[in-house]
């Protein structure tokens, strides 16, 4: 049988390896934190939730970042509630970690440039969609793409850095020896504790 890992009855360490799955999420395509799972709260009330691709995650400022177009219903969201949450679990890991906080739409800031000028064509396409995320089509291909040239224009009024900064970080490390569930909320500094399972 392997060995615990360290972090198992260390706190400290098991959020250290929290923000290590994290920021190696948006460069591991396979890693589970690649494609997080975002959370936010509807007009009415009501959970929603979807996949994302996370591009950034800042261990020294605790913050996630992610794109969206504007248009699309987690902006206005995020925009109405102020708050998001993120979640993955990786099965080779056997860790889940959940992440919410105060999350912010950059869309004509120096954040929100850098993002832009770091993305890939390909993705930049997509923010030139007529019409908007979500709108109704009368057939699955009734709707339109820019070219890459034109993305650069059409795409970049559209585009949307979302930062979210973890206020209450959560992790779930499967082991049959013993599962170690922990949170750690920023008062300051991380304040963290176990939990049952
Ligand atoms: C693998 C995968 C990655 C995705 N990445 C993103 C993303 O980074 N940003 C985004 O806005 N939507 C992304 N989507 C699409 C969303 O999951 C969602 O379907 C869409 O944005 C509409 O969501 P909304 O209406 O709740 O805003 C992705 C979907 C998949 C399946």
Not at 35 to 60: E, I, N, S, W, Y
Not at 124 to 142: E, F, K, Q, S, T
Not at 146 to 174: H, I, K, M, Q
Request: glycine share 8%; charged share 25%.
């Amino acid at each position: 049988m392997d060995p615990l890992p360290p972090f198992h009855d260390d706190l400290d360490a098991a959020r250290a390896e929290v923000w290590r799955l994290l920021e190696e999420g948006p460069a591991l395509r396979r890693n589970a934190f690649h494609m997080p799972a975002l959370a936010t709260v509807d007009a009415a009330g009501h959970p929603q939730v979807r996949t994302v691709v996370l591009r950034q995650a800042d261990p020294a400022a605790g913050a996630l970042r992610f794109h969206c177009d504007r248009r699309s219903d987690k902006a206005s969201e995020i925009a109405a509630s102020g708050h998001a949450a993120l979640h993955g679990y990786d099965s080779a890991a056997k860790i889940q970690i959940r992440a919410s906080g105060p999350a912010t739409l950059h869309s004509d800031d120096a954040l929100a440039e850098a993002a832009w000028a770091g993305a890939m064509a390909m993705s930049r396409i997509c923010y030139g969609a007529d019409p908007a995320p979500g709108a109704v089509l009368p057939r699955g291909d009734a709707y339109t793409l820019p070219d890459a040239e034109t993305a650069l224009t059409l795409g970049r009024p559209n585009f949307c850095a979302v930062v979210v900064r973890v206020a209450r970080l959560e992790f779930l490390y499967l082991d049959r020896r013993g599962h170690r569930r922990a949170a750690w909320e920023r008062a300051g500094n991380w304040r963290g504790c176990w939990l049952a399972p």
